[in-house]
């Protein structure tokens, strides 16, 4: 019925869920994987299994290999020179906090948040604010979505660092990240971007966005689960110390003590996550065979249209669907109750979101407490759309 090449690519969008074509729009949450991705992983399980970097045998040396190439294709995608592999982008931000936050952060100084974070970019902080007596700076979130760059320039005084979310997960607004850096580091403030919902749809130069760290996970760009990175700019890579301890990251132990591996390695302590570094890999080639600029346009376009239609038939819409924000649209029903309209249109085989989308503090600068939520990726198409809109008509049709 729907006609877009690479959708043949994913095995799971030819399911059906309850008598209907799957219409997956839950990609904000986690997108889909390409058949690429479940193969090689497969064949690393299948014929390369081992564990990376201590044996000089054939199949260590593949694992290292493939677990390696992870990290050669993150530095090229990205432009980095330093880029941790990490659990996503909850980790990385943690390994921020400790690796970073504890040897340069104490009383008296402020870190500058924003109100539309995640709560990984959010709870990370207050524990260590809370151990270290420092001062957490919140920018508001404004009646447009869009984040108060006046009360913004005006929280930098004694600020050490800048955390700010790339693109929001629920409004799908993308920050003006190039003012945020230029004024932090104005400001002598490091800064910090949570790209976990930005590098799915804009190829980012990390070296010419001149932030000082970002992270983000595989998982929402059509790579596997349990695997994310945290790239650092080198100067500041070289200031921070390992704050997990265990294997692979040491040079020497002995009983008096240790010294650490001076590269990557020394945040990445224990067997790390081989076969997704294999899957990763493979996703960022399936991908490279996309113009993931074009693409964003199209999804924007999809998402611009839904959001359109939904506040026509009276459904509140929050977010802001412009060129270089997401495809993701964030609404509330007048009258159906956001999980009963999230499982009559799963009975109608579309998956949504509903809920807090782990962000709290948002919701509540919005006055609500949950939205449903459809996000749009590469695989979805216009059709897709029009079907979820009739959908929406006939339930609220029927039930509002
Ligand atoms: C904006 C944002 N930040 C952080 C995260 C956390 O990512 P993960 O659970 O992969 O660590 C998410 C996941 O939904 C997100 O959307």
Redesign the pocket.
């Known amino acids: 019925m729907i006609l877009l090449a690479l959708r043949d690519d994913f095995p799971i969008l030819k399911r059906e869920v309850n008598g209907y074509p799957l219409i997956y729009l839950d990609n ?2 986690t997108t889909q994987k390409p058949q690429v991705v479940l193969d090689a992983m497969n064949e690393y399980y299948t014929s390369s299994n081992s564990n990376v970097h201590r044996a000089v045998h054939t199949l260590a040396g593949e694992a290292t290999e493939g677990y390696e190439a992870c990290r050669t294709q993150l530095k090229e995608w990205f432009n980095a020179e330093r880029a941790v592999i990490t ?7 943690n390994l921020v906090a400790h690796a970073w936050g504890r040897a340069n952060l104490s009383e008296g100084d402020a870190i500058v948040l924003t109100e539309m ?5 959010i709870v990370p902080w207050q524990m260590l604010a809370e151990e270290r007596g420092i001062e957490l700076r919140y920018v508001p979130v404004m009646e447009d979505f869009t984040l108060d760059m006046e009360v913004y320039a005006a929280s930098l005084t004694n600020a050490k660092l800048v955390c700010v ?5 629920v409004l799908g607004v993308r920050n003006p990240l190039e003012e945020i850096t230029k004024l932090a580091h104005e400001h002598g403030a490091l800064v910090l971007i ?1 790209a ?2 930005g590098v799915p749809h804009e190829r980012i130069d990390f070296k010419d966005s001149k932030a000082d760290f970002m ?1 983000f ?1 595989a ?2 760009m059509c790579g596997p ?1 349990g695997i ?1 990175a945290l790239l650092i700019q080198p100067e500041v890579f070289q200031t921070m110390q390992p704050f997990m301890g265990g294997g692979d990251m040491i040079e020497t132990v002995t009983v008096n003590g240790s010294t650490f591996q001076t590269n990557e390695h020394k945040f990445e302590a224990g067997t790390p996550r081989i076969a997704e570094a294999v899957g990763w890999c493979a996703a960022f080639d399936w991908m490279s065979s996309l113009d993931l600029r074009e693409e964003h346009q199209r999804l924007v376009g999809i998402a611009r249209w839904v959001a359109e239609q939904l506040r026509a038939m009276d459904i509140s819409v929050y977010g802001r669907h412009e060129a270089g924000d997401s495809a993701v649209v964030s609404f509330l029903h007048p009258t159906i109750q956001s999980e009963d309209l999230a499982h009559l249109l799963d009975a109608r085989g579309i998956a949504v979101r509903t809920g807090h ?3 709290q503090p948002l919701l509540h600068r919005l006055g609500i407490s949950g939205t449903v939520r459809a996000s749009f990726y590469l695989y979805n198409t216009m059709e897709e759309a029009e079907l979820f809109i009739e959908q929406m008509k006939y339930i609220s049709g029927r039930f509002g």
């Open positions: 904000a949450a659990s996503g982008t909850t980790e990385a931000i974070e995640h709560h990984s970019d979310v790339h693109t929001s997960n949570d976990a919902q992270a996970s998982h929402k689960t994310g989308h782990c962000a």
